[in-house]
């Protein structure tokens, strides 16, 4: 029997890929983590689906994504969009 990956996803309007709960999976299974991927592959969602899962299960944790500022508006967008 094949293992059963999880589905990460938070929003079904915005269903998370094979690829992405892979990365959500690495993030939530390593105390520090570095996603590192193209452009355009989600990142963002990833990180913060991966936040979100962490304080849906220990509210009082604080969860901390470090990006450039230059992506905060994006960041910004997709959190009152997507989350």
Known sequence: MADEKKDYTINPDYPLTD???EGVEFLLTHYNALL????GYGKTYMALTAAQT????Y???ISII???KSAYSAFKKELTEKI
């Open 19 to 21: 690829d992405q709960n």
């Open 59 to 61: 509210p009082n944790v």
């Open 54 to 57: 962490v304080m849906d299960k």
């Open 66 to 68: 470090v990006g450039p």
């Open 36 to 39: 590192a991927y193209q452009t």
